[in-house]
């Protein structure tokens, strides 16, 4: 196998982790959202808590994606 193909296969495979991610932000804004509209008064102990998660499902992306660049651009 080629160097390069091999190299675009395991990019490929690093950033897997993505599809991951879109569901678990997905369902973490629909119960942000869900839980805003039964208790309005509760929404900055929400948010805050909330943009905690965000942050560090968010991270886990930046981890595969910076992973994929580094397979990438590596000699």
């Known amino acids: 196998m080629d160097v390069g193909a091999a190299k675009l ?3 490929g495979i ?3 982790p993505l599809f991951g ?3 678990g932000l997905g369902k ?3 119960s942000l959202i869900k839980s805003i509209a039964r ?3 509760a929404k900055a102990d929400l948010m805050s808590s909330s ?3 965000f942050a560090l499902v968010e991270s886990i992306a930046l ?3 910076v992973v994929a ?3 990438l651009f590596t000699a």
Do not use: D, E, R
Request: hydrophobic letters at 70%.
């Open 9 to 11: 296969i395991g990019a």
């Open 14 to 16: 690093a950033v897997l």
């Open 21 to 23: 991610v879109g569901i």
């Open 28 to 30: 973490l804004f629909s």
């Open 39 to 41: 208790n309005p008064s």
């Open 51 to 53: 943009m905690l998660c």
């Open 63 to 65: 981890l595969a994606f």
């Open 69 to 71: 660049m580094i397979i």
